[in-house]
C-alpha cells in the first residue's frame, strides 16, 4: 500500500492511496486543472483514479471534486451530511457511506469514524490492505475515544497539527475565528497531537506524516520536537506534508 499528498493546509487538500489496481484521491481542495497539475506531478493520471472519498464539504477539501467527478465519471464517496452539500448535478455518481460501517472500494478495505468538527458530518479513515493499516486526522477539533481506538497500531499516520496554541492566540486572526479554530470542533493543535501520538500505540508506525499546518499560525519547527518526544525518534523522521508540494509516495513494506 502506497500513499502520498498533493497539498495539505487552508489552501486545498488532497491525497492519495494506492494498492495494487486501485487509487483513492481524498479530498480535492483544488481547482480541477491544479489537482490535475499535482496528480500528473505524482505519476498518476486523473483518468487512473478508481474514486474520489470526500472527508468534509469545507472548500478546502471539495473544490475539485465536481469537475474532476463528471469529466472522469468517477465515482464520488462521502457520509449522507457531506453528500448533502455536495453539486446536485453529481446524484448519479454519489455512493452514501455510514461513518460507523467499513466497505470497500475493489482492493482498499476504509475503517470510516466520526470525528468532531464543524461540518455536516464529517468523517475520517483508516485505510487497509489486509495486512497494513493507513490512518487520516485532519480537520479535528478535539480526541475523542474512538479516535484513539481506531488509530492505535497503524503502520502510518498522517496526523493534523493545524496550529500552535500562543501563536493563534496572538496573530491577526479575528477573534471569532481563533475561537473557531482552536475550539472542540475546530482543529488540532501541537500539543493535543502530540498528546494522542504518546496514548496510542505507535510501535508499528513506519511512517509518519503531520499535515494541515497552518501557515500563519504554526511553524514545522515546532511540531517536529514535540511529535519526536511523543515518538522517542529524531526529529527527521517525521515528516511534514506542504501546502504546495505535499508530499511524494511512501509505500509500506515488511521490516
Not at 60 to 82: F, K, M, N
Not at 109 to 131: T, W, Y
Not at 145 to 157: F, K
Request: negative net charge; hydrophobic residues 40%.
Amino acid at each position: 500500500m502506497q500513499f502520498a499528498s498533493l497539498g495539505s493546509g487552508s489552501r486545498g487538500n488532497g491525497t492519495l492511496i494506492k494498492e495494487a489496481d486501485t487509487t483513492l484521491l481524498v479530498d480535492c481542495g483544488f481547482s480541477a486543472k491544479e489537482a490535475e497539475k499535482r496528480l500528473y506531478q505524482q505519476g498518476v493520471a486523473p483518468s487512473e483514479l478508481t474514486a474520489l472519498l470526500v472527508t468534509h464539504e469545507h472548500a478546502d477539501h471539495i473544490s475539485g471534486i465536481r469537475v474532476l467527478a463528471r469529466r472522469y465519471h468517477l465515482p464520488v464517496y462521502a457520509t449522507a451530511g457531506t453528500a448533502a452539500c455536495l453539486s446536485e448535478d453529481l446524484n448519479g455518481l454519489i455512493r452514501t457511506f455510514n461513518c460507523h460501517t467499513d466497505f470497500s472500494i475493489q482492493d482498499l478495505h476504509i475503517l470510516p469514524f466520526p470525528v468532531p468538527h464543524d461540518a455536516r458530518e464529517p468523517a475520517q479513515f483508516v485505510f487497509s490492505n489486509g495486512e497494513y493499516r493507513l490512518g487520516l486526522l485532519t480537520d479535528v477539533g478535539s480526541i475523542t475515544p474512538l479516535i484513539e481506538s481506531v488509530l492505535s497500531g497503524c503502520d502510518a499516520l498522517m496526523l493534523e497539527a493545524n496550529h500552535d496554541i500562543d501563536m493563534l492566540a496572538e496573530g491577526d486572526y479575528p477573534p471569532s475565528l481563533k475561537i473557531r479554530v482552536g475550539g472542540r470542533f475546530g482543529h488540532l493543535n501541537n500539543v493535543q497531537s502530540s498528546t494522542l501520538l504518546e496514548k496510542i500505540d505507535t510501535s508499528r508506525l513506519q511512517h509518519i506524516f503531520a499535515m494541515h499546518i497552518s501557515e500563519k499560525n504554526n511553524l514545522p519547527s515546532l511540531v517536529l520536537p514535540l511529535f519526536a518526544k511523543a515518538l522517542n525518534c529524531e526529529h527527521d523522521w517525521i515528516g511534514i506534508a506542504d501546502q504546495d508540494a505535499g508530499f511524494g509516495w511512501r509505500q509500506l513494506t515488511k521490516a
